[in-house]
């Protein structure tokens, strides 16, 4: 596609349900990462992918974060048993391999109440 | 671990007036990121900065990279009221001295300007 696509645009969940983000990256981007945005914070990394490999999930803040890529193209951030203080603008970006620069997506706005 | 400070967090100015935003990092790096964000909006990519004494513009904004002093500046000249927004400088972690994946983030300059 033209951009970095990511949905739901806006998500309302309860405190302990599970919700899953999806991100579909620009064609023939190899890299992608999610970051969570914090109201008023700059982007942090969460997670990156190389193709379908998970290279680092370092910035996962716990266990009830999982993120895939299975097929090397669209990305999933699965959050489990939300909690209040997940409620951020979670952004994906994607990148050629070496390229300049990333494309960011317009971000899924989380809201656990 | 890579840091990213910038200053001002919070900067009003009026339209005509010229400023710049600074933007220090903790390790060496010959990659930096400059976005624009405006409210409720995803990342606009305004610069990228390759290399030492790299200066880059576009129309007022003028952005340039010290990787010795690891700072970069971002330059607003007359300034105007669409310049509005929320200015992020980041460091590419895969070009730093700590090897880190992704980008790490400055906290944001909140950027106001009265007509």
């Known amino acids: 596609g033209a951009g970095v696509s990511q949905s739901p645009r806006y998500k309302v969940a309860k405190r302990g349900q599970d919700v899953a983000l999806r991100c579909d990256p620009i064609?023939?981007?190899?890299?992608l990462f999610w970051y969570q945005q914090a109201l008023g914070q700059g982007p942090e990394f969460l997670t990156y992918?190389?193709?379908?490999?998970?290279?680092?999930k370092s910035g996962l803040p716990s266990d009830r974060f999982f993120a895939e890529r299975p097929e090397g193209s669209v990305s999933t951030l699965k959050i489990q048993r939300t909690q209040q203080e997940d409620s951020a603008v979670y952004l994906c970006?994607?990148?050629?391999?070496?390229?300049?620069?990333?494309?960011f997506g317009s971000g899924t706005r989380l809201t656990v109440v | 671990e890579l840091k990213v400070e910038q200053n001002p967090l919070f900067l009003s100015m009026q339209e005509g007036k010229n400023y710049t935003i600074y933007c220090n990092y903790s390790t060496t790096s010959d990659r930096l990121y400059w976005y624009r964000q405006d409210p409720g909006k995803s990342l606009e990519s305004l610069f990228v900065?390759?290399?030492?004494?790299a200066v880059k513009q576009e129309g007022r904004l003028m952005a340039s990279l010290d990787t010795k002093a690891r700072l970069s500046t971002l330059h607003i000249t007359a300034a105007v009221h669409d310049l509005s927004a929320t200015y992020f400088c980041a460091v590419d972690g895969v070009w730093s001295g700590g090897g880190a994946d992704g980008l790490t983030f400055g906290k944001g300059t909140h950027l106001i300007i009265q007509p």
């Open positions: 970006a994607s990148s050629i391999q070496g390229a300049d620069g990333y494309t």
């Open positions: 064609s023939g981007h190899v890299s």
């Open positions: 992918f190389q193709n379908e490999a998970q290279l680092d």
């Open positions: 900065l390759l290399s030492n004494g």
